[in-house]
Every structure is written in C-alpha cells, then in structure tokens.
C-alpha cells in the first residue's frame, strides 16, 4: 500500500543524507505497541504514518502543527533535537506542491473537493491557507462535508468554504 519509499528513497538520496525510508506494516491491535517500541529506536529520525492510524498517531505527538491540528489526524512525526515528537498532516501541502509543478496557484480560484475524509480535510485546509475563494466539499456523508466546511470558514473565513454539489458557475 505504502508508495512513499519509491517516491523519496531517491530524493533522500539525491540529497545526500544518510537515511532511508522503510515500509512497516502493522495490523490494528498492534498499532500502539509498534509505535511505542519504534519511537524508542534512537535513530529513527521520523515516521510517516498512513490509513487507517493518522487519527490515532495524533495522540503520539508532543506537539501537532497548524494543519494537523485542524484537521484532527496526522501523517507524519518528527523527531525534534531534545526527543519530543512533532506531528503533521502533509496530504494538502503534497496537493499545493503538485498544482505548483502545473502552474496553478490556488489563491483566488474555486475547488470542488470530493470527500471530507482525513486527505480531503487536510486538502481542504491547505487550498483555503493557500487563499482559495471557494470550496464546494462533498461527501457520500453529507454531515460530514458540513462540518469540514465550518472547520475550513472558522480556520480561513476569506475562504467562503461550502458543503453540497458543485456548481459549474
């Protein structure tokens, strides 16, 4: 399931840094056990956390930057220099950092987003910091898109941040 080590193996790399990005996977049950045991490895720099654990690596982090925070979930830990983790959502900034490669900014534009789950929450985020001026969000759950939109209005109210049906306007 895991893609990220064939993706930045080669840029660690690249970069010349002495690490590598390994693939664990790790049934439910055992979640919290592994996370304990890995976050005790001494040279273990980081962890890069996926479906279905990113809400629960949340209560991991000593510390939850902005996006994280609002979003609910994260999907990375950082170890800082005096051993306390740092914990944040990078699925929006990933979404920013491809529009980047195409030249489109969100600042001023209007997204449609389907889905209100962990990723499009922290997408949804990202675009209204990145100064979208509208977001439709929809979700199968309409609850759901409804209370991503008032997260992403009270965390950017420039961003006008709606639950429902794209409109084509």
Partial sequence: QAKS????????AAGG?????VPFWVRRDDFDAAMAGSMRIANLAG????????ERAMALA?????????VGAINALRREADGTWTGEMFDGFGLIGALATIDVLPRGLRFALLGAGGAGSAIAISLALEGAAVITITDPDGDKAAQLAERVQARVPACRAVAGAPSVE
């Fill in 62 to 70: 000593d510390r939850v930057l902005d996006v994280g925070a609002t």
């Fill in 5 to 12: 080590p064939g993706v930045f193996n080669p840029l660690i």
């Fill in 17 to 21: 840094s002495k690490a590598v990005l």
């Fill in 47 to 54: 962890i890069v956390v996926t479906l279905p654990f990113k």
